[in-house]
Nanobody, 120 residues
């Protein structure tokens, strides 16, 4: 079973930066979409950043201009660069990969989550 391994979370002061990484335990071929979600205590999970592979990206209004989703195919890794972090960014962040096209079986994979805490 392929697992998505997340890393890069931690404690950071407001205004700081973190880069989250998400890499499958083994190669997932023909990824069609990837996204980052977050869930704060007492709140529903929300979409933070979404990228249709090889196409456009979408960001939550609250993170536009601060966060950036990207991928490094050579390293088979998806990133979420988070700049100018705010306390309200505190949450558990989850990555998600999807395969919805092609001859291979369709699938959705979720990371285990990584904690991001923004506090002074």
């Amino acid at each position: 079973q392929v697992q998505l391994v997340e890393s890069g979370g931690g404690l950071v002061q407001p205004g700081g930066s973190l880069r989250l990484s998400c890499a499958p335990s083994e190669t997932i071929y023909d990824i069609t979409a990837m996204g980052w979600y977050r869930q704060a205590p007492g709140k529903e999970r929300e979409l933070v950043a979404f990228m249709l592979f090889g196409a456009t990206t979408t960001y939550a209004d609250s993170v536009k201009g601060r966060f950036s989703i990207s991928s490094d195919n050579a390293k088979n890794t998806v990133y979420l660069q988070m700049n100018n972090l705010k306390p309200e960014d505190t949450a558990i962040y989850y990555c998600k990969l999807e395969r919805t096209r092609g001859w291979r079986p369709k699938g959705t994979w979720w990371g285990q989550g990584t904690q991001v805490t923004v506090s002074s």
